[in-house]
């Protein structure tokens, strides 16, 4: 059986700039409509980043086989190169001429919230990487990508017969409500956070019910509060979060997450254990500046999982479905 895992998303990089202080303190509620504010950023850092890539990164700690579905410009090559050596299958992450790699520009504040613009470059093309050439697969997940890639790596899943993950971040505003009503019926699982899920059934017209029944299993990451796992016809399940030292960088935690999520699903492990480790995977990366400076071995992961759950997560006991 295969244990690989098909991630369509962003490989790109991230300028991280940390504001000392809190951005609502400077953002005038009634000033909105005219907003002109500038945030010092003593500390500046360039990392390795983008959803897939990050994602990927999480489960080749775990020892898992991600095979990435990308587009980058010419000066991600070494990048790629870098991805290639830590076993991540790189065959269809698409190396662009005359393109930039994709470039997120983030701004985090003492509060973890986050500013952040974005510049697709290559991303735009990354529909030319093609999920036919990666099959079989356990799993696939459907990540911020290029809109086009979204769609064509959702519907090949699909004709591929993979069971799939949507997990449309920050590209949501890219799709309306129809759109992710196709993309949310066609996948086998949705995971958002608390804030995409409002805007998931502001856009579709669904109530929170309606957007659960429709996704049949959903994932609902909340931060500090934990997750919610739905399943159609049980009651929701609340995940509790993993503990933390000190929380250092949100930046990628969402992204170690769905590491976690989908190396679990892809062992066979149940929906709740798997979600367990997706808050492990989480809660050790916010200790680390940047998306992919943390680097647990499997006994560390192991020792923070029983830490928080009273269990090991491998062998018998991670295995219950």
């Given at each position: 059986?295969?244990?690989?895992?098909?991630?369509?998303?962003?490989?790109?990089?991230?300028?991280?700039m940390?504001?000392?202080?809190?951005?609502?303190?400077h953002?005038?509620?009634d000033?909105?409509?005219?907003?002109?504010?500038?945030?010092?950023?003593p500390r500046?850092?360039?990392?390795?980043?983008?959803?897939?890539?990050?994602?990927a990164?999480?489960?080749?700690?775990?020892?898992?086989e991600?095979?990435?579905?990308?587009?980058?410009?010419?000066?991600?090559?070494?990048?790629?190169?870098?991805?290639?050596?830590?076993?991540?299958?790189t065959?269809?992450?698409?190396?662009?001429?005359?393109?930039?790699?994709?470039?997120?520009f983030?701004?985090?504040?003492?509060?973890?919230?986050?500013?952040?613009?974005?510049?697709?470059?290559?991303?735009?093309?990354?529909?030319q990487?093609?999920?036919?050439?990666?099959?079989?697969?356990?799993?696939?997940?459907?990540?911020?990508?290029?809109?086009?890639?979204?769609?064509?790596?959702?519907?090949?899943?699909?004709e591929?017969?993979?069971?799939?993950?949507?997990?449309?971040?920050?590209?949501?505003p890219?799709?309306s409500?129809?759109?992710?009503?196709?993309?949310?019926g066609?996948?086998?699982?949705?995971?958002?956070n608390?804030?995409?899920?409002?805007?998931?059934?502001?856009?579709?017209?669904?109530s929170?019910?309606?957007?659960?029944?429709?996704?049949?299993?959903?994932?609902?990451?909340?931060?500090?509060d934990?997750?919610?796992?739905?399943?159609?016809?049980?009651q929701?399940?609340?995940i509790?979060?993993?503990?933390?030292?000190?929380?250092?960088?949100?930046?990628?935690?969402?992204?170690?997450?769905?590491?976690?999520?989908?190396?679990?699903l892809?062992?066979?492990?149940?929906?709740?254990?798997?979600?367990?480790?997706?808050?492990v995977?989480?809660?050790?990366?916010?200790?680390?500046?940047?998306?992919?400076?943390?680097a647990?071995?499997?006994?560390?992961?192991?020792?923070?999982?029983?830490?928080?759950?009273?269990?090991?997560?491998w062998?018998?006991?991670?295995?219950?479905?």
């Amino acid at each position: 059986m295969s244990r690989r895992v098909l991630i369509s998303g962003s490989v790109a990089f991230d300028t991280i700039m940390v504001f000392d202080g809190h951005f609502k303190e400077h953002i005038l509620p009634d000033r909105v409509h005219m907003l002109n504010v500038s945030f010092l950023t003593p500390r500046l850092k360039r990392e390795a980043g983008g959803c897939a890539a990050n994602i990927a990164y999480n489960l080749s700690l775990l020892g898992g086989e991600p095979a990435i579905l990308a587009a980058v410009g010419e000066d991600g090559a070494g990048y790629v190169r870098e991805l290639a050596a830590r076993r991540i299958d790189t065959s269809q992450v698409r190396v662009l001429k005359d393109m930039y790699t994709p470039q997120a520009f983030i701004t985090t504040d003492l509060s973890d919230n986050q500013i952040t613009a974005f510049h697709p470059g290559a991303m735009a093309e990354a529909h030319q990487a093609d999920a036919a050439k990666l099959a079989p697969a356990a799993w696939g997940i459907v990540s911020p990508n290029g809109k086009q890639a979204m769609l064509d790596h959702a519907r090949q899943y699909v004709e591929l017969k993979i069971p799939s993950v949507f997990d449309p971040g920050q590209g949501l505003p890219m799709f309306s409500g129809d759109e992710l009503k196709m993309l949310v019926g066609g996948a086998t699982a949705l995971t958002v956070n608390d804030y995409e899920f409002g805007l998931i059934c502001e856009k579709t017209g669904w109530s929170e019910a309606e957007l659960a029944e429709a996704a049949g299993i959903m994932i609902v990451t909340r931060g500090a509060d934990g997750s919610h796992l739905y399943r159609r016809g049980k009651q929701r399940e609340t995940i509790a979060a993993a503990p933390i030292g000190k929380a250092v960088d949100p930046t990628g935690c969402g992204d170690a997450y769905r590491g976690g999520l989908l190396y679990g699903l892809a062992e066979g492990w149940d929906w709740s254990q798997a979600a367990r480790l997706g808050s492990v995977m989480g809660a050790i990366k916010i200790e680390s500046q940047g998306p992919q400076n943390h680097a647990p071995d499997r006994a560390v992961i192991a020792r923070r999982f029983e830490q928080a759950y009273g269990k090991s997560p491998w062998g018998s006991a991670g295995t219950a479905s």
